[in-house]
């Protein structure tokens, strides 16, 4: 155990990181230290994010775009301010490619109600066909069965091999020439893997497809850069990467930001409004009817900040390490079965597990009794449940702040939970 360990010295100051973070001192049941475990269905956020929010509301709190008075022009210069950050973030070729909405799900109903709104040549209609993957969270799902409701087009999928990876041994039957939109993640939020984003994106550019990747696992975690990924779309969260819920982005290519219909309708969206008729407002504008976020927006840009200066390079390889650590012990737990992936190679900082014929709800209690906080059910992605016949899971899954010591409390809490239902 301590020669597992001693590989993760040196690639960040957790120390000094979960310093920044003030629910990290919190305790639970008795006193019991929170060991928290669940950010990949939401993250902790550093005092920098926090006092960027304060600070916004107490100081700049205006709408934005509109007023010529100083708050106005000051809360304008934040919310774009923040467009910039995210754009260097994930090296966009332009800030107009950034769109900001709630969260990753409003970004791919976004494109999911643009294409079935558009003009040929995006027109998804009868003729055509869409283009998943079963291990997606269901706002990757969801989205495209209603615009195939809608639509009539069909609906197809790729599956998922017995150790949790993409099967992508039918690709060319999946992927055609009747296919519009293929959507997909780069990293599952259950299964923990790294999807083969190259191989799918070749077939799809092969048959004129669009390609629209769901990022909300791989933003917080990995470096992000949109032009190397090659996709049309990319779509992702705040809340998962030290930033406020309430924010999502979505990053397009501007040639289709500009072609395409704009979904909501509103202020801010448009040009110019008469009686008979609209013009609308350029990108990004045009896909972001009414009154933004605006405090989220400053909060993400914030966020945005504290994890470039920490690189995320170096939180891509202390992540690893630790997943690598909680593979090893885990796969030490007598009766612990790992879904997805039973390596630390090509997979992200979650792991979804079942404990002999115990629960997951009943596991999930009896460690947050211990102050072990992990998150259990099919963590919206059941059609992955239902591939590999069990009712749900328990996911640790793990983030900048993560360390050894909590990896190891998790199994000595898994250790009691056996011992509890003997």
């Known amino acids: 155990m301590t ?88 090296n966009a070729p332009s800030r107009d490619e950034v769109i900001f909405t709630k969260n990753a799900s409003e970004s791919l109903n976004l494109v999911a109600n643009m294409l079935g709104w558009a003009d040929e040549p995006y027109r998804v209609d009868r003729d055509t066909e869409i283009v998943t993957t079963e291990m997606e969270h269901h706002s990757n799902i969801v989205p495209w069965q209603l615009l195939a409701q809608r639509t009539g087009a069909k609906l197809k999928w790729f599956g998922i091999t017995d150790d949790g990876r993409l099967d992508l041994s039918n690709i060319d039957e999946i992927i055609t020439e009747k296919t519009k939109i293929v959507s997909f993640t780069l990293v599952s939020n259950i299964l923990g893997t790294v999807n083969p984003v190259e191989q799918i994106i070749r077939r799809a550019q092969q048959v ?69 008729s609209s013009t ?34 170096r939180i891509h390889q202390h992540e690893k390490a630790i997943t690598e650590y909680a593979v090893k012990r885990l796969l030490d737990v007598p009766d612990l079965r790992i879904i997805g992936p039973a390596t630390a190679e090509d997979r992200g900082a979650a792991i979804s597990f079942t404990l002999g014929d115990i629960h997951p709800h009943d596991v999930g209690q009896v460690l947050d009794e211990q102050g072990v906080a992990v998150r259990v059910g099919h963590h919206c992605a059941r059609p992955v449940c239902l591939r590999f016949g069990i009712p749900a899971t328990t996911r640790a899954s793990f983030y900048l702040y993560s360390t050894p010591a909590e990896v190891d409390a998790l199994v000595d809490g898994l250790e009691h939970v056996r011992n509890f239902f003997g």
């Open 208 to 276: 004129g497809a669009l390609v629209c990747i769901d990022a909300s696992q791989a933003a917080p975690h990995m470096v992000l850069d949109v032009q190397a990924l090659q996709a049309d779309f990319v779509a992702f969260t705040g809340h998962k990467m030290v930033g406020p819920t309430g924010i999502g982005v979505l990053w397009g290519r501007q040639e289709l930001l500009e072609d395409l219909p704009p979904f909501l309708g509103g202020g801010e969206m448009i040009e110019t409004v008469s009686m008979h």
């Open 280 to 313: 609308y407002a350029p990108a990004p504008h045009k896909f972001e009817a009414g009154t933004p976020p605006i405090a989220q927006a400053v909060g993400l840009g914030a966020a945005v900040d504290y994890l470039t200066a920490i690189g995320m390079e």
């Open 3 to 90: 020669d597992a360990r001693q590989g993760l010295s040196g690639l960040l100051d957790t120390e000094a990181i979960r310093k920044d973070f003030p629910i990290l001192d919190r305790t639970v049941h008795d006193g019991k230290k929170i060991v928290y475990l669940d950010s990949a269905a939401t993250s902790q956020k550093p005092r920098q994010v926090l006092d960027a929010l304060n600070a916004y509301y107490e100081r700049h709190n205006a709408n934005v775009h509109r007023g010529v008075y100083t708050i106005a022009e000051e809360a304008t210069a934040l919310y774009e301010g923040a467009r910039d950050k995210v754009a260097a973030f994930i």
